[in-house]
């Protein structure tokens, strides 16, 4: 589409052109005298043809240049060479039929003036030279007034010249004005803009920083807010399972650990001494600190023997109590007891003596060996 209208487009200046080669040659033709304005419209006319067609040929080149390929580009630059060419050729054509015209103006006018110099018919000596005296005086005149209209034609162009350069220089000065006058305002918008400028930079700045300090609180209120959900979930919804699988046996250990601690404190330090054989009939003993040897019963291997209380005699557990709560008749058992001692006792028995002092002393501290049950 682009090369069709290119090649139309040349068509239509090659008609241009013979256009203005055919006013060219018609104004290199023209020798009538006293036809200035003929001869100077039709070199406008010419002028204005080949400065239109110049600036149509420039169009065609750039256009050539961007949208025709590679294949037909070749033959279009072609053209528009041959073209441009062509139209310098019809310039300098008509820079020479400017020159003929104004030769044969010039010539018309020498032969007119020639003619109406020259005399015809015969006539008298001075009759002709009194002709030939008014022809030079009409010749002289004619040339004055000739000359004079030039002047004044010369004088009217430049006169409207300066009216038109004088109109340029007034649209100019007020361009001018108009410029200086949008540069001022556009120098105080941009003053103006500088100090929105500082002012919003300044104002981003302290932005920046307070969005980074609320962005730490945020994270800070997002942190404890997690922590409390997760601590309701738990306490709401796991709080009862964990305590089951965790907390009740480790309690129940606990207590068992403790009962067990608080059977061994309640019934005082024992020790178990045992034989050196591990063969039928070894009797074991059983020994308590601080009750005597002879209130503790032996069971022996055969069978445990249930003893028989008489009326004057207690209980084991009678005398455990009145040894705690310290009764007169257990004290004087106690000395006739000492009395009946061997003296051949060893250590270990002496170790095993019940020693009231002590029992007291360890009662009033709070001591936790009690003798409420055996």
Known sequence: MAVLEISQRLASLTDTHKECMSLISRLSKLDT????????????????????????????????EDEVGDGAQVALKSKVAKMGEDLKIARLQYRKAQLFAKRNALAAEKREREALLGGSGKSTPDSI?????????????????????????????????????????????????????????????YSAFD??????????????????????YYEKAIQILLILLIWLVIRRLLWGPIYLVL?????????????????????????ISQGAGMGMGVVTTVQVAGIPESMLETEPPGGRATPVLGEGEKSMKEQVEGVIYGEPGLEVEKVEMEKAKPADRSPKHRSMEYNPEEERQAREKGHPETHDEL
């Open 129 to 189: 030279t009194g002709k030939r005296k008014g022809n030079q005086k009409l010749s002289q005149n004619d040339l004055i007034l000739h000359a004079s209209t030039d002047i004044t034609t010369a004088l009217r162009r430049t006169h409207t010249l300066l009216q038109s350069e004088l109109s340029r220089s007034q649209f100019a000065t007020e361009t001018l004005n108009t410029s200086t006058a949008a540069l001022q305002d556009l120098t105080h918008r």
């Open 247 to 271: 907390g009740v046996p480790f309690r129940m250990t606990w207590w068992g650990l403790s009962l067990a601690a608080g059977g061994l404190g309640v019934g005082g330090r024992g020790e």
């Open 195 to 216: 100090d929105i400028i500082s002012s919003s930079r300044a104002l981003i700045s302290d932005l920046v920083r307070k969005n980074k300090s609320d962005r730490w």
């Open 33 to 64: 005298p006293g036809n200035d304005s003929t001869r100077t419209e039709l070199a406008n006319v010419i002028h204005q043809s080949l400065r239109d067609a110049e600036s149509e040929l420039e169009l065609l080149s750039a256009q050539v």
